[in-house]
């Protein structure tokens, strides 16, 4: 096992990834930029190192630095968190010809997942259902008319190396198909340097549900279950719960059976990600996260598994030691992100925390890196503390997370808190009744979907 990991990240995952190496007894080193010297993070972990000033770019994405910091201190593996230099294959490469181990998959798996196109092709060559459209790029307009007819509008034209909802056009109909190709296109390149495209038919109200997978060195894939991502607003999660309203027991194990088995075949290791729309009680891929995810306590509420544990462990080298049939799936989740925002324009809110009050009680679990007197920056995410609330049933968690939001006290900046108050309140929501669209028209943001 590793004697000293780098902790490549802020915030709560860079707590969230210091308390799991001190329960597994491995020591950790913090870097941090300079507007950072007095976050907790720098404080937990048992040294720390200033790699650079605050923009994000001359610090946390300075893998040079990072490296430097890793060989100083005598590190033997680097966990990224999320974010920053999660998903860099550049990156992960790097760190192996250093001498380090990558908390993470392969180099070679993360490429292939950043390339939407290869990767539709990989997942689908391996039993995973994705979304009818073109068999790869679409090269020109007229091949962009062939597809359309063929697979039918509404159609929706994405790059290839988009991802995460950047990079997309729709077209309703022949004639705007011209100019959402052009413009996707220029986007494309404009965004990635990269103009290749692909289509897809437009799926018009789907759920976000995505499963979890945990895959070893030694070919063992286990699938922890799904998380119901749908609330979210401009492709920022806003609430994730599991299990997914809309699912039952069997389907989770069809779907999941599938998606494991998919990661298996690819050989693909660590923790990971396979996002679906589900609409009309049908899945169908769209990409895969080869990274730990902001959500994932959702899956450790319900499973009792500690994700950042078994992360660690498989990259050490270490096989699962359990299977399918022995991850318990129980209980309902649901967290809520908690921003340093207004409430109602979405606008950023910096500030001096005042007062701090996080909740607590049986089933609350609060993953924050504020403490009172400390100065949110500006240079980084919004997301200040991730509030997860477990209860025996979707109900009892309902009301224990309203319970939980009453009792959060963050003074001397405004957060989303009150959203998350409108939001568990709403009688759709209590149901179960959404989709990927429902929150933005919640908060008016959408006149239609
Ligand atoms: C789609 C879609 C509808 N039809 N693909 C957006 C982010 C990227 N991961 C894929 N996205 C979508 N792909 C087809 N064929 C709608 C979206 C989409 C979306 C997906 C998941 C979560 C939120 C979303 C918000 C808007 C659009």
Known sequence: MFEKILIANRGEIALRINRACHEMGIRTLA???????????????????????????????NQQAILSAA???????IHPGYGFLSENAEFVSKVEEHGFV???????????????????????????????????????LDEARAVAAEIGYPVLIKASAGGGGRGMKAANNAGELDAAYQTAVSEAVASFGNGEVYMERYLARPRH??????????GNVVHLGERDCSLQRRHQKVIEESPSPALNATERARIGHIAAAAVRKIGYHSVGTVEFLYENGEFFFIEMNTRLQVEHPVTEAITRLDLVREMIRVASGAPLGYSQDDIPFNGHAIECRINAENPDTFLPS?????DYHPPGGLGVRVDSALYSGYKVPSHYDSMIAKLIVLGSNRNECLMRLKRALGEYVIDGL?????????LVAAPDFVNGDYDIHWLEKFVGLKEDG
Not at 109 to 126: P, S
Not at 350 to 354: A, E, K, Q, S
């Open 31 to 61: 870097v941090h930029s300079t507007a950072d010297a007095d976050a907790m993070h720098v404080r937990l972990a048992d040294e720390a190192i200033c790699i650079g000033p605050a923009a994000a770019r001359d610090s946390y994405l």
């Open 209 to 218: 549900i995505e499963f979890q997978i945990l895959a070893d060195h030694h």
């Open 414 to 422: 405004e957060t989303s808190i009150p959203l998350h108050q409108k």
């Open 102 to 140: 990558f908390i993470g998959p392969s180099a070679q798996h993360i490429r292939l997942m950043g390339d939407k196109i290869a990767a539709k092709k990989a997942v689908q060559d391996v039993g995973i259902p994705v979304v009818p459209g073109s068999a790869g790029a679409v090269s020109g």
């Open 71 to 77: 060989t100083i201190s005598n590190a033997d593996a």
């Open 350 to 354: 910096p500030g001096t925390i005042g």
